[in-house]
């Protein structure tokens, strides 16, 4: 699987700098994948995916930027968790949530693949929905911490979230309408922990959502 890197640009936040990173990029053949931007009133960080990192930190340090490469996507030693948390690393990019994972994928390989994409996919699916409806810059924040201690597998997600959570069962209720047709991302998540016999628990106090998963490890 090839690395996505991710340009980070400090920008003084005046009338075209922007512009100017923009055509920069554009005037030397690099595209731009996925753009968030986080502004004060005084600076902004410009984060981007883009099709050449070395290329366009290149031209942007021609203009006088500060710019940074980061590796967007996270090396966990497992293939399926590094594909399904990439896409989902990338869609916190275009929404301006900042994701922050600590995963160490060796011993999650008793795990169906498929398994992995769908429990993983719904985590974050759904803690990315709670993420976007926060508007305090500082709180668009998902955290992800996958280890281990013995022989157990341990899943952890926090994220801050507005409003009010209900809970029914043990598990948190949609807020959309048509209910019938939403809420079967935690209850997917509940069938697969189960069918690795596992424990889950999940709980929003303080305005801080967290779901944690333990997972015997086949010995």
């Known amino acids: 699987m090839s690395t996505i890197q991710q340009l980070s640009v400090f920008l003084e936040n005046r009338e075209g700098r922007l512009d100017e990173v923009l055509d920069a990029l554009g005037s030397n053949g690099v595209n731009i994948v996925a753009l968030s931007l986080a502004d004060t009133t005084e ?3 410009l984060r ?3 099709s050449d990192p ?3 930190r290149e031209e942007l340090k021609k203009i006088g930027q500060l710019v940074n490469i980061y590796d967007a996507a ?3 030693r497992n293939a399926a968790l590094d ?3 990439s896409g989902k690393m990338l869609a916190c990019t275009n929404l301006g949530i900042t994701m922050t994972c600590l995963a160490d994928g060796r011993r999650i390989g008793f795990m169906e693949d498929s398994d992995i994409y769908a429990l993983f996919g719904n985590i974050l699916d759904n803690a990315i929905e709670a993420t976007k409806t926060v508007t305090e810059e500082e709180k668009r ?3 992800l911490t996958i280890g281990t201690t013995g ?5 952890d997600s926090q994220n801050y979230y507005a409003g009010e959570v209900q809970f029914v069962d043990g598990l948190p209720q949609t807020s959309k309408e048509n209910k019938e047709y939403h809420g079967f991302g935690t209850r997917s998540i509940k069938t697969l922990t189960e069918k690795y016999g596992g424990d889950l628990k999940i709980s929003a106090e303080n305005g801080i959502f967290r779901l944690s998963i333990m997972l015997p490890i086949p010995t």
């Open 43 to 45: 600076y902004g960080m």
């Open 48 to 50: 981007m995916i883009v």
């Open 54 to 56: 070395e290329r366009g």
């Open 74 to 76: 996270p090396h966990t």
């Open 83 to 85: 594909v399904a948390l």
């Open 141 to 143: 924040i998902i955290s």
């Open 151 to 155: 022989d157990l597998l341990l899943i």
